[in-house]
């Protein structure tokens, strides 16, 4: 789902059409989409997180015909799709060409209401998390359930077998769980870095060790100063997040990481228990035995937690939550999900074994 522009143009003013893009100040994107994709040009604007996206145009060919299109993303905020307005209007006066939206011919995009700021720097790394979340809970049901030998070898080696492809898939999926955590923190440490008066990043920039590779790619230009200053910091451990948030912006996560769960635990055990099975297992080849159940478990108690820091973000600085909370919380509904899934991958695969 998305916002689509199109303009159909004659295969002679393909380049005029490049040129009018390149003035806008559009750089040249390498991927193509499809095989029917001539070109394609993004712009983004990097302006206190207005922008999320920017907003594509290139041209294609199909049945002989040429066409400028133009996309948004359904995420996208009101200033990406300004732009693509903006940027449509250009090429059809210049062209002196009607142009088609979702919204019919001539008719530009709505734009809502617009925000911009920390607002929005908080919001964009956990409008991410839905996505992470949801394809890495949709793998679980493609992972065959264990049949009744495995069952017999699984309780007499405790689990610990080469057999077990629940637990192996499941150890798998501990360490992209991580990656998605490091991500989200990372990301959002540094939207808030941008946000902040430039008197209180120099402090926080004297007061971190960057690494050495880092201050050579940020001389290169391949990095901000910003994406600099996060190489001081770890973020592959919970007690180091912990503790980077309260050393540069006074923000106490523990307030949230150390209430109780319903397994005995702390939220601050649940996490810490993740990251060091993500460590051990990367570095150290160490197989931890994992169920289905435990892991959804886990999850779903970290799902919880990231929306209460969400909204303790926002509370912070006293902006409003516009980003949904994430919604797989229960982890009763979410295995019956898995169940249901795992049940229809599985006779379609019998289906397919049938044929």
């Given amino acids: 789902m998305g916002f689509d522009s199109s303009i159909e143009i004659n295969k002679e003013e393909i380049k005029e059409v490049e040129d009018l893009l390149v003035n806008l100040g559009f750089k040249k994107v390498l991927d193509k989409r499809n095989a029917f994709q001539l070109f ?14 920017g907003t594509l145009f290139g041209v294609s060919t199909a049945y002989k015909k040429y066409y400028i299109w133009g996309r948004n993303w359904a995420s996208c905020t009101s200033f990406d799709l300004d732009l693509h307005n903006d940027t449509l209007l250009y090429l059809s006066n210049e062209l002196k060409r ?13 734009i809502n209401d617009t925000t911009q700021g920390i607002e929005n720097g908080l919001a964009f790394p956990f409008e ?3 996505n992470q979340f949801t394809e890495m809970l949709y793998f679980i049901p493609c992972v065959k359930p264990l049949d009744e030998s495995q069952k017999r070898l699984n309780k007499l080696f405790g689990g610990l077998t080469i057999f077990n492809q629940e637990s192996f898939s499941v150890n798998l999926l501990s360490i992209y769980l991580v990656s998605i955590l490091e991500t989200y ?23 971190t060790s960057i690494p050495s590779y880092a201050k050579k790619l940020y001389k290169n230009g391949e990095i901000d100063k910003y994406q600099k200053v996060s190489t001081g910091y770890s973020f592959q ?39 060091k099975t993500r460590h051990e297992n990367v570095h ?3 197989y931890t035995y994992f169920t289905e159940v435990d892991f959804v478990k886990y999850t779903t108690i970290i799902i919880k937690t990231l929306n209460e820091i969400y909204a303790y973000f926002c509370k912070y600085y006293n902006v409003h939550r516009i980003e949904s909370y994430l919604y797989d919380t229960s982890y009763k509904k979410t295995l019956d999900k898995i169940n249901k899934y795992r049940t229809i991958f599985h006779n379609k695969e019998n289906d397919k074994t049938l044929i």
Avoid: A, M, P, W
């Fill in 98 to 110: 009607d142009f088609t939206t979702d919204n019919g011919v001539n008719k530009l995009f709505e």
């Fill in 237 to 275: 451990n919970i007690t180091s997040i912990i503790n980077t948030f309260k050393k540069c912006f006074n923000i106490d996560l523990d307030l949230i990481l150390n209430k109780n769960t319903y397994l005995k635990k702390t939220r601050l055990d649940v996490f810490d228990y993740i990251f």
């Fill in 40 to 53: 394609s040009y993004r712009k983004y604007i990097d302006d206190n997180f207005k922008y999320k996206e």
């Fill in 185 to 207: 923190f990372r990301d959002t440490f540094i939207n808030i870095l941008k946000s902040i008066n430039n008197i209180d990043f120099v402090q926080i920039e004297r007061n």
């Fill in 128 to 130: 991410k998390l839905h």
């Fill in 284 to 286: 150290y080849l160490n």
